[in-house]
């Protein structure tokens, strides 16, 4: 349960902001390839540090490292106050550090079945669908200050993150830099495994960063580009406490490769629409995508990783962060058409199904 109620607090203080902080950023005055800078700063931290995240939880237990986490999370939101591109870059490696200390020890504790992976990605995934209105209205009323009462559940639930269980994987005292070496470690099973997650996350910044700037195109204000990516979330999120319980019983490759193909579609074609209910249709499809391909490569992850398992975890978030670090590049050309950003940036889960269908059963 404290996971659970850690989680949903820190990604309320995250998907709160992500609607808001483009426009924000443009606002301010620089480019929308300064928004693809920001995203590629933020992945590639967190690439780096789940890992040891990971590795540091088998070691010494989830206590240790969750509340650092969610430290990482609240300040990467006040740090937004101060636009200067030094303190934006800044809030985006804090966010990427956050996430290293805080996911792995997380997942650790749940990952027993696809059926939990599923319900605590549906149960941490809600801010998904509440919290980007809620980013919207804050921004229209109040302005930059929205991002200051946005970090506010990540810093009040730091206490509790330390009263998480102390389970560990190996209860013998692990020194500092052996626990660092272990965290790389990873096998080609393990890699192939967390192809799902790669794949799928590669979309991730041009919904997050450039399907606002897209839908302010079509007439939508912040409010309304808050409500869009709810709905689309709401099926990225639900969908997932089904989609884990079906990993369970039927082959999650199988299920992973055909996340991923629905996640390119709702991509691929949104340079094509013209109207905002078609686009939220659009979404949706993609959303119902990510909902199959998280819990699946989650399960295969789990059972691969074995006694390792908070290493397993670590690495799936990093691997996962390199599809964000890819699906971040597209950006940079959002300043010359942002119809490549969609075309370039939906390809990639495309092109990732045949190796993904390769993955172990």
Known sequence: MIAHVVGVACAVSLTSVLPILPLYVVDSGYPGSFVGVMNLVHNVTQLLARPVGGSLTDAYGPRRLAPIGALGYALSDLLILLPHPGTLLVSRISLGLGMGALWPPLLYIVADSGRSLGIFNTVTQLPMILAPPLGGYLYRSVGPLAFAILALPALFVVPMAVRLPDVQA??????????????????????????????TAAVQPTIESFVPLFLKKLGADPAQIGLVLAVRNAVAVIMQTPCGWLADRYNPVVLAASGCVLAATGVLALPTVKSVPVAVALLCVGGLGYSLAQPSSLKLVAVISGERRGLGMGWWGSIMSLGRIIGSLPGLMADVSLDYVFYVSGTIPLASVPLILRSPK
């Open 170 to 199: 190996f209860r013998e005292k692990v020194p500092l830099t052996e626990a660092l070496k272990g965290s790389l470690e990873v096998d080609r099973e393990l890699f192939r495994a967390s192809l799902p997650a790669f794949a």
